[in-house]
Structure formats: structure tokens, C-alpha cells
T-cell receptor, first 114, second 113 residues
Framework: DAGITQSPRHKVTETGTPVTLRCHQT?????MYWYRQDPGHGLRLIHY???????DKGEVSDGYSVSRSKTEDFLLTLESATSSQTSVYFC?????????????FGPGTRLTVT | AQSVTQLGSHVSVSEGALVLLRCNYS??????LFWYVQYPNQGLQLLLK??????LVKGINGFEAEFKKSETSFHLTKPSAHMSDAAEYFC???????????FGTGTRLLVSP
């Protein structure tokens, strides 16, 4: 979805360094999500946000933090990167309401931790 | 907690053959169910969704899925595969209590000429 962009698209970093991935949306999604995708695991939720400054943990949140200071931007920070955090990271957005609530995905960020 | 199971990490078909990708869900309440497709080096794109309005759901690119409560299934089908259908497909269920999706592990569809 062109309404959700992620930066950078690719990053290589060293173990122990902090890393921040950015998600920017222009669709006025209330909800935003960060997932990681790994072979054999599908997509796993790291953190999500249900409004500005309102965030909560997903199933694989250890080692990650998020911030959302405005509707458009949702940042994911790896506090001290480890090799196990090598993955493809996807941001997604969603609207409020009960009608199915699909999510709209960004193009992903491929992160390699050496 | 809700979950989905996708049977088969890889499915191979010939061009023109029927495509059948299997998804079974676990839910204590009526679920919302989704199929997403991911082409190489891209994000996920919604194929179709079940929201209880109709048990047979038609999506984009000729795909459809049927919700079968008695079998707790939501299998994805397409009558005739195209080379362009080669991708990874994810089934997802909406979790209870909040606006979260739970994804299956994915099925990679391979289409041969």
C-alpha cells in the first residue's frame, strides 16, 4: 500500500548497536503494528499502537521498543541489536471499527545484524 | 487465544490446474478470517476476508475461499493457476479483544509451466 512507507529498506548493523526503523503513513490509520517475518514463523507481532502515545506489546517484544508521537509515524527501536533480530520487519496500519479490520502493509525493511 | 494452521509450507501446481491452499482456525467465538498474498520482496496484500456476511468469499485475481464452521476451515481456491500466482500466501484470524491479527506460517505456491 503506497500509503505506508518504511525506511530504511535495507540495513546492516553490528551486534550491540541501537537501530531505529521508521514507518510513515498517510492514510490516517488509528492502529499501527510492527511485525517481524522469519522463515517457518510467518509474521509475528512485536508491538502495536492504538493511538498517539498509546502502545502495547505483542508476542515477541523483548529487545524492542516503539514510539508514536504523531499519527503518521511509528518508530521501532532495537535497543541493542543481536543476531537473532536479523529479519524482515513490516509495518502495518488499520482503521478502527468492527467490519473485519484488515491491515495494510508497508514494503518491509530487511535488517541484518552481523 | 485464536490461531490458524496452514497445512503445507509449499504447494506445487501446474499452470491451469486447481489451486487449493488449506487453512484451519481455532476460535471460541465467530472469527474474522483473512487471506493475504506476498510477492517476492514486497509487503502483504489482502486477497479476501470473511466477516460473516457470506460463507463464500470472492477476492482479487480470481481467488475465493469458503468459510466452513463445522470443519473450522477457510481454504483458499482458484480454478486455474497462472504463473503470476506464484507467491507466498498467509491465512490470518482476528484475535479477540482487540484489533490484532494472528497469522499462519504461510504457504509458498509454486506454479510450473
Amino acid at each position: 500500500d503506497a500509503g505506508i512507507t518504511q525506511s530504511p529498506r535495507h540495513k546492516v548493523t553490528e551486534t550491540g548497536t541501537p537501530v531505529t526503523l521508521r514507518c510513515h503513513q498517510t492514510e490516517n490509520h488509528r492502529y499501527m503494528y510492527w511485525y517481524r517475518q522469519d522463515p517457518g514463523h510467518g509474521l509475528r507481532l512485536i508491538h502495536y499502537s492504538y493511538g498517539v502515545k498509546d502502545t502495547d506489546k505483542g508476542e515477541v517484544s523483548d529487545g524492542y521498543s516503539v514510539s508514536r508521537s504523531k499519527t503518521e509515524d511509528f518508530l521501532l527501536t532495537l535497543e541493542s541489536a543481536t543476531s537473532s533480530q536479523t529479519s524482515v520487519y513490516f509495518c502495518a496500519g488499520g482503521f478502527a471499527g468492527e467490519a473485519g479490520h484488515e491491515q495494510y502493509f508497508g514494503p518491509g525493511t530487511r535488517l541484518t545484524v552481523t | 487465544a485464536q490461531s490458524v494452521t496452514q497445512l503445507g509450507s509449499h504447494v506445487s501446481v501446474s499452470e491451469g490446474a486447481l489451486v487449493l491452499l488449506r487453512c484451519n482456525y481455532s476460535s471460541s467465538v465467530p472469527p474474522y478470517l483473512f487471506w493475504y498474498v506476498q510477492y517476492p520482496n514486497q509487503g502483504l496484500q489482502l486477497l479476501l476476508k470473511y466477516t460473516s456476511a457470506a460463507t463464500l468469499v470472492k477476492g482479487i485475481n480470481g481467488f475465493e475461499a469458503e468459510f466452513k464452521k463445522s470443519e473450522t476451515s477457510f481454504h483458499l481456491t482458484k480454478p486455474s493457476a497462472h504463473m503470476s500466482d506464484a507467491a507466498e500466501y498467509f491465512c490470518a484470524v482476528r484475535n479477540t479483544g482487540f484489533q490484532k491479527l494472528v497469522f499462519g506460517t504461510g504457504t509458498r505456491l509454486l506454479v510450473s509451466p
